[in-house]
């Protein structure tokens, strides 16, 4: 074992020692509390079924975009390391060879958050001290594969031992939540509930969205041809969701653009839409009248909305037809909240029982259009640093560009947004050691005192997500 | 008394020692330097008639809309704040309430600037010890209650306490300076300027354009339905701000945008703009157009000219059509430079006896437009970090970001831009402390030494914007 | 000798003594590499005909737009400086008035990085011991003079001092590469290789664009007024490069479009190209057309392929017209990728074999569009900080913003980009510097080990240039 895996203490804290030692301090009060994971993508069925994860390589390699990202953007093709292909064509089958692969490239990562992650479920969740080489790959497979046989290592064991207090995935309006109604019956402890991501019923340009919409209309009863059947069936999927424990609705547009478009147009749009003949153009109308339509009903049953814009979704054509969405070819876009928003805030912006949590991949709009908005408008809250921002920089970043205007309490907390089940406590703790760090700074500037800073550390790990998300 | 208020010596420095000794020492040089306030929204009747400020709340919280826009994202209403209505409708009258509601919710503002500003003029202006909390709230406000009705805290002794060397007010030409004709036959050494700001009668989409030009031809006797007469009443109202120490000209555009038109389109502008027909485009060819005869003027009658665009006016149709213009609903916009500016600059760009300041609410274009431009072009310079970048971590960004391409020369100092008088030396010490510890960390990692520091310090303190200003 | 110069041997490295001591350590292993400098804008002719260079203002300023941009912005002519004029007209001819000019300015120079660059340049190049003042303006003149009358500072005796193993220049391809054949035939041991850059023949906006195609049909016996004839033109001239130890090309864009037209429309926009009535969209398309025919190109010979958009070439019309291009007017604009590129990547972008190396003067790409794309294309890499971010906070900037998602091996190390041949030492210097201070910080907050780091510092300074520029 000649490259020893550690995970040091101070880890993310500045090296400052008046910093530091400050960071240590507040960090020591929150490292301990209750995970609140409020947004993410794990699946209800491990919970659900409680089954042994596979092998290594599908566990921790196949389904992380993060992951092979990276290595196809060095040359390295999605079929060698197993990501199945749409038309069922061959792909790698061997986890062991596929694992290899990673480890060869694993060097590729140096000073990314996936390697902390990483670093972080080796030592933290398996007990490995060895570092991940192409020496010791085989060795690393090995042991994780071990400890995925063994009962520590089932989902719901990994829950209670990760100390997750409520845990959030996300469906469309059909799915049946099978699971979840599983998981309630159960009488497990554990706390996973549904959230109500209506993109394959709401956006035209969506897959299969006319087919998606007939459903949702056999599903409710709805007459779904009319715009208030529409609705009415997609709010009673959102009650559905409630009863099993929803608290929020996700909505992942390309823009920001909401409309507050008249009754007759709506019903247009809709007649459109279901004919399968829209427009681009109209496309982007029906969806901003949805966050609209959202927002109304949110107001009515009370879900918390999130609103996540931005990604020029499988921009890589040749890559989506190989393997279909989310492999990695998302890339954010310019995204404008001042213009594109004002239509929903000019109807609902001054509505406090209304939340919506605003999300972004363009960090210029941080300072420039979210924190202003967000510190005026009762109805906005601000997401935690999203998607390729997850990360020391874009955390920092954030809080950096955000609080002098928005302050703390206009941000909820972290969300992990993965579907990445083990590195969950690994990031849940960088947001932790991130913020405490930036409050260090604040605390050793004298620009909070040391007991205003830890209250606010306590918040922001735990109480903010757990109020703005209802949970 | 549980929790004690500090204000430590060392705030805003960095914590690391070497880098915060250097700061301390070139801090030592400039705290004591008198202020030059050139761009602001104090009123001059203060001053004039130097009668006692009322109480509390009407000083420190009805008019700071950094203050009400916080609270209000947090659900608070502006009724409850006593922020007045446009309708006279019922709002909040007892100073003590509003006080209070502000206490309970003043950990609001941790991590802002108002934070900061706040706790310096109740420590330093006040002389309080102890921290706002629900429970002081009371005492707290009867301290400044009392100091309020002291002749220490009259307006003229606290400009003079403050060290105050010039203080700039802000006026529409319609403005007949009847305070600032008072304060200069009063006899007071008190330096207060007008500043020249033409948006009422130069900006068509002005609430009573039409009424304000026909009142400008009142005043001045000039012809203002030809172009040339407009003009030149315009010219005589910069020649009556100039008489009484007026240096500079402001102008609160939507965008930068400028034009340069023939003198037929300057007069069918005109025309449409006085016949209350005018578009949306034709008044922004209207403005733009402005910038440029504004800038000639400049070249004529030596007025400095301060751009000031980007802000989306007024977002909130609810709040604005209850308590009216600048109450927290202004929200940043992208802004563009490159394109915008280029007509007025090719007309006037390489003018050295003309002097454009320049600002910005959009960050993005310190290094990408701004640097470079006032980096290049004799006639611009640039603005302080300004409105929400008035703050630690948006002065730092700006120095980050602009130093290397334009130099510490090409900025113009401090602008405090507050209607909060008791605030304006807190102000003026955070930009004195995050400029000092910019440059000690410059000196720390030997990009400058620190004799040359000392010397850029006492420039950004207090020379260049006496110099920019031309005060 | 009242003000020593001094070069401090911990210059840029963080003050914090924990990051300092990693820091220097990495440092330790990448100061003494060798210097790659693939991407230039030296003459060959220096080299080739190993002359003295002439006196220090020919030398240092006349030609740097860094240096009379700043000047020209604070009201100094660029005839007082010895620009020359386009039309003959006089300017200054005394170089030692031109130097005492610099001198007496050379306060505003101070938080730049000509300062750094300059300074290290007195004093390691030069030998010079005392700061540059009005007072030492002589002394430092007649000593470089001195320097420059020596063989020790011929042009080649400098390239070996300077521990250069490779050097890129820049030429159109209707150059005859005299000089790199003169090179080439000499036997000297040093390594100065062309680089193809088409914006000549490629834009039809370009001065001179028609009588340009016209001589390069003339050179290569093309018939250039058919789609075909014209491709095999360019591409003649790239294998001609090639031949002489060109590795890469380079394409100065207005902006990143790209575009992948049929045959029939590239036929047509060469018609009118070559008639000189082309509009500014179909010049647009013609550009955007070329780079996708560029990459084409590459893929058959190997060449890399450089893209620098986004400069607002030539933005003062007055100093255009008087002074001609690169007068230091030029500014960047804001810079799209993600739609700009999306035609070439889609026909390219999976090519494994074509390397195109992306460039920026919009730091707000950075993390939004720079790095996700880079960070799954095979095809693309990411330049580094270039022209007005070649500067510690820029480079600073560019790491912070782009590892978390691209990692450090989709970037390709450091270019110097420079004319100012004295200089490239203390531009590579400042490179590696910056960027052990980066990876100082990862170690010193545990998130890259020391280990790792070193590697990552010797790649940065040394081996991914010397392996993305194919050299």
Redesign the interface.
Known sequence: MNHPLRL?E???????P??RDIARRLYYEVRALPIISPHGHTDPQWFADNGSFPDPSALLIIPDHYVY??L????ISLESLGVPRTDGGAVEKDPRKIWRLFAQNW???????T??WFNHVFYDVFGIREKLTPESADRIYDHIADCLSRPEFLPRTLYERFNIEVLSTTESPLDPLTHHRKLRDSGWKGRIVPTYRPDPVADPEFPGFVQNVQQLGKITGQDIGTWSGYLQALADRRRFFSSLGATATDHGHISAATLDLPRARCEALLGKALSGNITPGEAQEFRGQMLTEMAQMSIEDGLVMQIHPGA?RD?????FSRFGRDK???????T?Y??DL?PL??RF??E?RLSIILFT????TY???L????????A?KLGPAWW??D????MRLYR??I????????TVGFNDDTRAFPSIPARHDVARRVDCSFLA??V?????DED?AR??AIDLAYKLSKSAYRL
Not at 328 to 334: E, L, S, Y
Not at 391 to 394: D, H, I, N, V
């Open positions: 040091n101070d880890r993310l804290f500045p090296s400052d008046v910093q990202r990276m196809y953007s060095q040359g060097y590729l990562f140096r000073g990314t958050p390697y902390m020029y921009h890589n054509p040749s890559v990695g070819a998302d890339i954010p876009m310019r404008d001042v213009h004002k805030l000019d912006g001054n406090k991949l363009d960090e210029t300072s420039r259009e924190a202003p908005l967000a510190g005026h408008y009762p906005l390729f921002y990360s020391p920089e874009g950096e560009r609080t002098e205007t928005a302050g703390f309490y206009n700074r604040l050793a500037e004298h620009r909070l205003e209250e606010v």
